[in-house]
DNA sequence: AACTTAACGGACCGATGGTCCGTTTATCAA
DNA sequence: TTGATAAACGGACCATCGGTCCGTTAAGTT
């Protein structure tokens, strides 16, 4: 890649991450003005990320790249404990990052297009496998993600982080304690 | 209110209908495509329904209301499979309704704006309560509906429909059982 | 039948995502 | 250093879409 666009890709990506970080509303951050704080064109702009969704893919995941990078996995942590590192990390992510988190959640495809939501699945698939057995634990694992999403997080966004972090807490508990038989019929 | 409006109001509620039904992506579906196909001139549709997400909650909550009837709190049944109740037929819904509810869950201020979701948050809450305690059922009741996001629900389309119920009624299982000690420290 | 006024409808507007192409410039070989 | 090449640039341009406006129509009333 040539030097001059290395440049504007490191200035695009700056320029983009503080108009989301400072917007209210994600949506009204538009190409035009990332272009223009970048102090780029916005042809650049699109033939380096291809459309909006790939701006603020690529925004999102350099961002949850360091997260996922603190998170590597500790062979002697429990994976109950782990889960709960886990999810707890990953709450403060989105409060940390809630207008890019909603901009990249609901852009095109949603937040299942990403290479890092199946990075989280799989590894949390594996620590509640491995804490209590594999049923439905691929289910579950989404579920825990889903308790996640940014917009939930925004609509609780008036509670104090301790009660947020208390139910999450419940969650992460409930959830790996497994609950009652599974085969049993409804009646 | 007028004859003539009431009629209008029908075709493009029903025009609407077929329209999102049909579609794979829901966002392509325009305000344009809905006037034409009701019939009907586009200040009509937004003097109706304001805006967009306007229509899109108007059809999506006419729709639910009937769900939601369906799902009349019966004294008889224990707390805990009325759970299971709401959410299996919660998962129903958005399944098929699912173009519907992703344009809904996508449209402006999210899913929580709609009146529909403190119905059911408080319903929820006010179960789990019953069944397991107030502990943070507030928030395990948004983590539940977390469960059923249309988005997660066309993410696992191909699932067989059995191994999504299995999930959720695991899912439900857990949150009812209530897990291990609330207050403990976490090393 | 005459009148009032709610309702209509489609031309129109502004904003936005995305494209196109003439121009600039990094890179490299001679 | 210079000249050739193609990658990269940038901003005018386009299409689409949500939303508004206002002259026209027709429902309801007396």
Redesign the pocket.
């Known amino acids: 890649?040539?030097?001059?666009?290395v440049?504007?890709?490191e200035a695009v990506l700056r320029a983009a991450g503080r108009l989301f970080d400072a917007a209210d509303d994600p949506?009204?951050?538009?190409?035009?003005?990332v272009?223009a704080a970048a102090?780029?064109?916005?042809?650049?702009?699109?033939?380096?990320f291809?459309?909006?969704?790939?701006l603020i893919r690529a925004l999102y995941e350099e961002r949850a790249e360091r997260l996922y990078a603190s998170l590597e996995p500790d062979p002697g942590r429990p994976a109950a404990d782990a889960v709960g590192d886990l999810m707890s990390a990953l709450l403060r992510f989105k409060i940390e990052n809630r207008a890019l988190a909603r901009a990249f959640e609901n852009a095109?495809g949603g937040p299942y297009t990403a290479s890092g939501y199946d990075r989280l699945h799989s590894r949390l698939t594996g620590l509640m496998t491995e804490a209590r057995g594999p049923d439905s634990a691929d289910f579950l694992a989404h579920a825990l993600l889903a308790g996640v999403r940014s917009d939930l997080v925004e609509h609780l966004g008036d509670w104090p982080e301790e009660r947020l972090r208390a139910g999450m807490a419940a969650l992460v508990r409930s959830v790996l304690s497994g609950g009652g038989s599974p085969g049993r019929p409804e009646r």
Chains 1, 2 share one sequence.
């Open positions: 890649m040539r030097a001059d666009a440049r504007n890709r949506e009204r951050v538009s190409m035009d003005d272009a102090g780029v064109g916005k042809g650049t702009l699109f033939r380096r291809g459309d909006r969704a790939g095109g």
